[in-house]
């Protein structure tokens, strides 16, 4: 295999969106080992419960992205021509093929860590596999942002959760829901610059029908609030207090809705807008301080 397939191939999986599961999941587990104060040697947890778990949802999306540009390949062709299929390197039967060998190597890890983490991930590819094949719900308005939020915040949470913890106590379910509000409102952002092609293709998104500043009133409050509505949580005793601080994400969410309206102009190196990497980074910073806060209130309590 030639150089320029590899790095095709390596193309096709998009591996800058596959640190959003990687720090999450791992964010979500190390919390949910202290939280739950397992008793297992650290090294052994790591090699045989965060390293293939991990791992698992990495490689869920991977599969994920490479089905999706098989069946986006026309909407490819108009506003990403220099992606991997719609520029020739690799056919869709090949992609396919990856996607496949991606999903099944996905399940087969989970299997490694326990069986509640294994159906998560089996319906996080469900939501995946059905937003992207005829009759996919990619094409669908209002329902592709939903077959968005569900997997990536709530399912995610609750699978890395699982690993060391009931994933429907009222910590995770909290923080998973919160998560699935603001991934329904901020996965808009990756609309932005297929809005055209999309529109061309037959996909329905709230950009694409409603327009950009429509769309964005319409998102604001699930990026919001939800952040806003945690001290409320702390004070009914859903979630411990120091989570209080996680408040303060409501205000890059404020500019991430900035950013949408303003002339949002694709990134070359992130193959998207500053909305989308800014959305990115803030989910990073809801999932990396929940695990300190979480952390630290476990063991100093």
Do not use: H
């Not at 699982?162 to 923080?175: A, D, E, I, K």
């Not at 990756?190 to 950009?212: E, I, P, Q, S």
């Not at 429509?214 to 009914?236: C, G, N, R, T």
């Not at 999932?287 to 952390?295: C, D, N, R």
């Amino acid at each position: 295999m030639d150089m320029r397939k590899i790095k095709s191939l390596i193309s096709l999986i998009r591996p800058f969106t596959l640190l959003a599961p990687i720090i999450v999941s791992v964010c979500i587990m190390l919390a949910s080992f202290v939280y739950n104060q397992t008793v297992e040697d650290s090294s052994t947890v790591f090699l045989m419960s965060i390293l293939p778990a991990s791992f698992s949802l990495a490689v869920l999306n991977a599969a994920s992205n490479t089905l999706n540009q098989v069946t986006d390949v026309e909407t490819d062709k108009i506003s990403k021509p220099y992606r991997p299929i719609p520029r020739g390197d690799i056919s869709p039967r090949v992609a396919l093929f990856v996607s496949i060998i991606l999903y099944i190597l996905s399940f087969a890890l989970s299997l490694f860590v326990n069986l509640v983490f294994f159906v998560f991930v089996l319906l996080i590819a469900f939501f995946t596999i059905t937003y992207s094949i005829p009759p996919r719900l990619k094409d669908r308005l209002f329902l592709n942002q939903l077959w968005v939020g569900i997997p990536r915040g709530l399912l995610g949470i609750l699978a890395s959760w699982s690993v060391f913890g009931n994933p429907l106590s009222s910590l995770p379910l909290v923080m998973g829901f919160i998560a699935m509000l603001f991934l329904i409102g901020g996965s808009i952002t990756k609309d932005l610059v297929d809005c055209d092609a999309d529109k061309k293709t037959g996909t329905r998104t709230l950009v694409n029908t409603y327009g950009v500043n429509k769309a964005v009133l319409m998102v604001f409050p699930f990026m919001f609030f939800p952040f806003l509505f945690i001290p409320i949580l702390v004070d009914i005793g859903l979630i411990n207090p120091s989570l209080d601080l996680l408040t303060l994400l409501a205000i890059p969410s404020f500019f991430i809705c900035y950013f949408m309206v303003r002339d949002d102009k694709k990134n070359k190196k992130l193959e998207n807008t500053a909305s989308w990497a800014l959305m990115y980074t803030t989910y990073f910073f809801f999932a990396f301080g929940f695990s300190i806060l979480t952390i630290s209130s476990s063991i100093f309590a």
